[in-house]
C-alpha cells in the first residue's frame, strides 16, 4: 500500500537554525514528489516539486530513492516560515491522480 | 481572485440532513479533485474529475457522497443523511494536465 510518513507532528527551531523536515514514503513505483505549505489562515499551496529541482524561499528537498525519503531543507529559518509542512507523493505511473499527503509537519520558528 | 473558490466556506447541520458544496476551478483546468481533511490529518482524497468524466473515486466516497461535474466546469458535492464522523474540512483543487493542483479556501462542515 501506498504509505507516506512525516514522523514529527511538531517541530520547533530558533531563528537563524538549520531547518530538517523528514519525510519517507513507500510506493511500489516511482512517485514524484511533492512539498505542500499551508501559512495560518491561509490555502494549501505548493512549495516544492521535485522534478523541478528549484529552490523555493530558500527550501529545497533532495530525493533519494535508496532510502525512499524526501526530506525538506532550509539553512538558516524565518520566522514567516512557520507554518504547517506537507509531504505528499503522487503516483502517476499508477495510473491515479491523486496526491497521498503525510499528516503534516508544523513548524514554529522561536524568534 | 482567480484562484480556485469554494461556497460555503462554512457548514453547520444537524445529524441527518442533506448538504452540497460547490467549487469552481481556476478557468481552463481540466482536472478538478476533491480532499477532505480531519483534524490532525493531511488531505485525503475522495475524487477526481478530467472534464465532466468522473474517472476516480476513493474508498472514503461512500454511497451517501456524490460529486458530479457536469459540464466540466464547476463540480459539486452533496453528502446526504450527513452523520457527526462526516465533520471535517472539504477541499477542492485544480489542475491543468498533470501540472501542480491548486487549492481553493475549502469548506469547513461541522454536523451537530
Known amino acids: 500500500a501506498q504509505r507516506v510518513t512525516q514522523p514529527e507532528k511538531l517541530l520547533s527551531v530558533f531563528k537563524g537554525a538549520p531547518v530538517e523536515l523528514k519525510c519517507n514514503y513507500s510506493y511500489s513505483g516511482s512517485p514524484e514528489l511533492f512539498w505542500y505549505v499551508q501559512y495560518s489562515r491561509q490555502r494549501l499551496q505548493l512549495l516544492l516539486r521535485h522534478i523541478s529541482r528549484e529552490s523555493i524561499k530558500g527550501f529545497t528537498a533532495d530525493l533519494n530513492k535508496g532510502e525512499t525519503s524526501f526530506h525538506l531543507k532550509k539553512p538558516f529559518a524565518q520566522e514567516e516560515d512557520s507554518a504547517m509542512y506537507y509531504c505528499?507523493?503522487?503516483?502517476?505511473?499508477?495510473?491515479?491522480?491523486?496526491?497521498?499527503f503525510g499528516k503534516g509537519t508544523k513548524l514554529s520558528v522561536i524568534p | 481572485d482567480t484562484g480556485v473558490s469554494q461556497d460555503p466556506r462554512h457548514k453547520i447541520t444537524k445529524r441527518g440532513q442533506n448538504v452540497t458544496f460547490r467549487c469552481d476551478p481556476i478557468s481552463e483546468h481540466n482536472r478538478l479533485y476533491w480532499y477532505r481533511q480531519t483534524l490532525g490529518q493531511g488531505p485525503e482524497f475522495l475524487t477526481y474529475f478530467q472534464n465532466e468524466a468522473q474517472l476516480e473515486k476513493s474508498r472514503l466516497l461512500s454511497d451517501r457522497f456524490s460529486a458530479e461535474r457536469p459540464k466540466g466546469s464547476f463540480s459539486t458535492l452533496e453528502i446526504q443523511r450527513t452523520e457527526q464522523g462526516d465533520s471535517a474540512m472539504y477541499l477542492c483543487a485544480s489542475s491543468r494536465g498533470k501540472e501542480t493542483q491548486y487549492f481553493g479556501p475549502g469548506t469547513r462542515l461541522l454536523v451537530l
Open positions: 505528499a507523493p503522487w503516483d502517476s505511473g499508477a495510473g491515479s491522480y491523486q496526491l497521498t
